[in-house]
DNA sequence: GTGATATTTGGACAATGACCTAATTAACGG
DNA sequence: CCGTTAATTAGGTCATTGTCCAAATATCAC
């Protein structure tokens, strides 16, 4: 059971590259392949499909979010702001699968089926998290509060991305993060204790 | 300058229903052309490309949504709410184009360019309508809040529909509608008075 | 009716993802 | 070194897609 041999591992480097500048759709295995100065056969020959391509690509980013989203101890605002940065920046890396999620959900059942199965234990861990915010004493929220919060969350997690690349086209990429990790801070705020608005307040500014 | 020819009007009509239901991605030329017991080139007669088509709804949903979001002179909080639901409603009819939306967005430079254009004055007619809740005593944000509410109220508006059809299958459109529209009423209700606070509070017990 | 215009037809085109086979080369264990 | 397996090349076909076009037909004003 070999998993990556080097061939593979340059495939799905280039891939995500040129998915990411172009777009999933407008990446033709034909231009891939001639990237790669390989025969379309051969890409077949490790990824018989597309949708086996893309597969690999959602399970890597899966992969790098479940080192990411992690049940922590003891949460500190910065420390859960932090958490939250970082998945945006794995959102970043493989952004193409950001913004083709709608289709890659409905067109790949493979992905799909991982996806929500892995999707309620994400928002267990973020429901967790802010329990622990609460229990830190930086937010004061109740049981629908912080179901709340974390559907929320989902929803801009899961979508800034794709907005960003709609009405901010013109800025960088770390103003675009900038802007919808202030935009979550802001929908806390409301829940903090006077510990956790100066925290927050921390972060509105930076 | 006759606008709407009869065949026109069966080929759009059957367009949004058949890429409502299916994606506009999967419904082909040939089959949009066989549902209308037409030929292809037929359809290419009124509209030359598929984007043509795509554009045309856009079109009409824009017009649709030019009616529904106006600024108002007393806006109530359950004005403003019926005015959310109805943007949703729209939302709903031509939900084949918020499925696609950053697609489009990305190969349609035509919509692209007039949605860009759009979007400003209706961010300017939510802020504007936020601003009278304000001076109704519904709510108390200044202008930096009411700017966050402002992109919230966008980036929900956008893309409910996409989280729902991933997240939310199993739920019908009327409580998807109402999970988006409660999520929009509890980011209101750290900023409502008294007097708002009771009339959110009725919302989002509804 | 006739001529001009609007509409419809049927087929062609290139590009795409997928699939296939045969032949060649690389890698590696015995 | 030999034989076996893995990897790669080369070439092709296939169905499907959006797009395009020339010819045929229908419509309607005069």
Known sequence: MESKSPTEKKIVEMALKMFNESGIEYVGMRELAAALKMRVGNLTYYFPTKDDLVNRLSLD?????????????????????????????????????????????????????????????????????????????????????????????????????????????????????????KMIARIFLPFATAKGKRELEELLEA
């Open 61 to 181: 980013l899966a992969e790098e979010n479940n080192r990411t989203i992690v049940p922590v101890e003891h949460v500190t605002l910065k420390a859960f702001f932090d958490m939250l940065h970082q998945v945006f920046r794995n959102h970043v890396r493989y952004r193409c699968l950001m913004l083709s999620f709608v289709h890659i959900m409905e067109r790949n059942p493979i992905v799909a089926k991982r996806y929500s199965k892995i999707q309620s234990t994400r928002n267990e861990t973020w429901s967790t998290n802010i329990q622990a915010l609460r229990k830190g004493k930086y937010i004061s929220a109740d049981a629908s509060e912080v179901n709340f919060l974390v559907s929320t969350i989902a929803l801009i997690a899961r979508f800034w991305i794709s907005e960003a690349a709609i009405s901010f086209k013109q800025q960088t990429e770390e103003q675009q993060l900038q802007h919808y990790s």
